[in-house]
């Protein structure tokens, strides 16, 4: 058996032989499968659920976390984005609650409390649940912000087990009675990070005050600073910790380059990656709201199919817009990073860093949107002059250089027309080839992406 492997990736430019794994007993697990979710101890029903949706083998996080959690202990959580970590805490709590009440339908009290960021993500945990649950007669419902509250407070007068919520709606309809969490069982606060950086902790801490002491508790966190550290040490009690780090910081089915280009060349630039690669779903990180809705405006003006959420466009716009997405009605999403917590697209082709975050972590949980479980994605970033020290923080932290793309119509130092030129003059050399004469070329639709070629004379299906 041949200890490497050759790894065809949608990007030409980006194909490499590399050595995965030093070959362990723990790689050899891994390699042969041999942990499945029933070897977890999971009921029927719950196996079942995760068979009709093709799932036998647990992530790490899952492997880890699940039997630590079927034995009633508290869990401190840290795995990055795409590894798992919603089944990881939501099929233990499922199994606890079933075989505590069974399938019955005799008056319901919630007994799980699950506390999100983002009403995205809150959507997403709470999708999961009902996936997971479907056997098991356990009901589920999630409540967020930005809508009426009517249809919420009915699901919630006939009946819940599990609670999904963001901290704000949460708080006022208990605040209106409809909500009783004096007596759950077990808590969860999810995206404990992002909680702190929007400003929830006292809304986190007003919850805790509310909840009973008594309970089983659940903190994941993507990174763990000091701040979230000492809420970890408010919420939860004697405690276990798993903490999943990849042999690099950023998913290790994700391939990156980067783009130096102009501020103003980047719309540019975007406008064309698209339409000669024409990528089956593109999901594009703005830093700013303003900015989400200018780069809509410039590629539909282009004729390419686009939509922008954030934190201002209503609750219904933003679903209906990632609907569209998930769909394959819409090809291209611009997101905020608050905004695009939750998004999960499965096979999403490519993820392009518009602006690149002045803050290392962040470039991680963004690239995270694709390359999520065993599947494998591409991520790009575009870097002006002004963002080069975001980039040399961001690849301290990832502990890599990031592939520099040497030849594109608008490089940085090159021309800025309106139409495409090829760079000739001054091409760049990689930063990664050691001055070697190889260079990492874009703009060639041969092998770019798994999707079909398309025209630039045929804007039929550029808009379906």
């Known amino acids: 058996m041949a200890w490497f492997e050759i790894r065809i990736r949608p990007f030409s430019f980006l194909y490499r032989t590399k050595i995965d794994h030093v070959v362990t007993f723990g790689y050899l697990c891994l390699l042969f499968n041999l942990m499945t979710f029933k070897d977890l101890g999971l009921i029927d029903p719950i196996l079942k659920a995760l068979a009709d949706k093709g799932y036998t083998h647990p992530t790490p996080i899952q492997e880890q976390a699940i039997p630590i959690l079927l034995k009633n202990k508290d869990l401190l959580g840290s795995a990055q ?218 590629l539909d003006k282009a004729g390419i199919n686009s939509a922008a959420i954030h934190g201002n466009k209503s609750q219904t716009a933003r679903q209906k817009a990632l609907s569209a997405f998930k769909d394959g009605g819409t090809k291209v999403l611009v997101a905020t990073d608050i905004a695009a917590r939750g998004i999960d697209v499965s096979q999403l082709s490519l993820v392009v860093q518009y602006d690149l975050p002045n803050v290392p972590e962040t470039y991680v949980h963004r690239i995270g949107r694709t390359g999520r479980a065993k599947a494998s994605g591409t991520a790009l970033a575009f870097c002006d002059n002004d963002e080069r020290p975001y980039l040399k923080d961001i690849e301290k932290l990832i502990k890599q250089k990031i592939d520099v793309v040497t030849e594109h119509p608008y490089l940085v130092d090159g021309p800025d027309d309106d139409e495409p030129q090829q760079a000739k003059s001054r091409p760049q050399r990689s930063r990664n080839n050691g001055g070697s004469s190889a260079r990492k070329t874009a703009g060639n639709p041969n092998k770019r992406f798994n999707s079909k070629r398309q025209s630039r004379n045929n804007n039929t299906n550029r808009n379906r």
Not at 143 to 164: M, N, P
Not at 173 to 179: D, F, G, R, S, V
Not at 269 to 280: A, M, W, Y
Request: cysteine-free.
């Open 81 to 298: 984005t795409g590894t798992g970590k919603t089944a990881a805490f939501t099929i233990p709590i499922l199994q606890q609650i079933y075989n505590a009440v069974g399938s019955g339908k005799g008056g319901r009290k919630i007994k799980t409390l699950i506390i999100t960021p983002t009403r995205e993500l809150a959507i997403q945990i709470d999708d999961n649940i009902k996936e997971y649950a479907k056997y098991t007669g356990i009901k589920n419902t999630v409540i967020f912000g930005g809508v009426k509250q009517g249809s919420q407070v009915k699901a919630l007068r006939s009946g819940v087990d599990i609670l999904t919520a963001t901290p704000g709606r949460l708080l006022d309809l208990i605040n209106q009675k409809h909500i009783n969490i004096t007596n759950i069982d077990f808590f969860v606060l999810d995206e404990a990070d992002q909680m702190l950086d929007m400003g929830f902790i006292h809304d986190i801490k007003k919850i805790i005050k509310i909840i009973p002491k008594d309970r089983q508790s659940l903190f994941f966190s993507a990174t763990m600073p000091r701040a979230i550290i000492d809420l970890s040490k408010q919420i939860l009690g004697d405690f276990e910790r798993v903490s999943i780090e990849p042999k690099q910081a950023t998913a290790e089915r994700v391939d990156q380059a980067v783009y130096f280009v102009s501020k103003k060349s980047k719309s540019k630039l975007l406008k064309h990656l698209i339409t000669t690669e024409n990528p089956d779903s593109t999901l594009v990180f703005s830093r700013t709201k303003h900015g989400a809705n200018k780069i809509v405006k410039i």
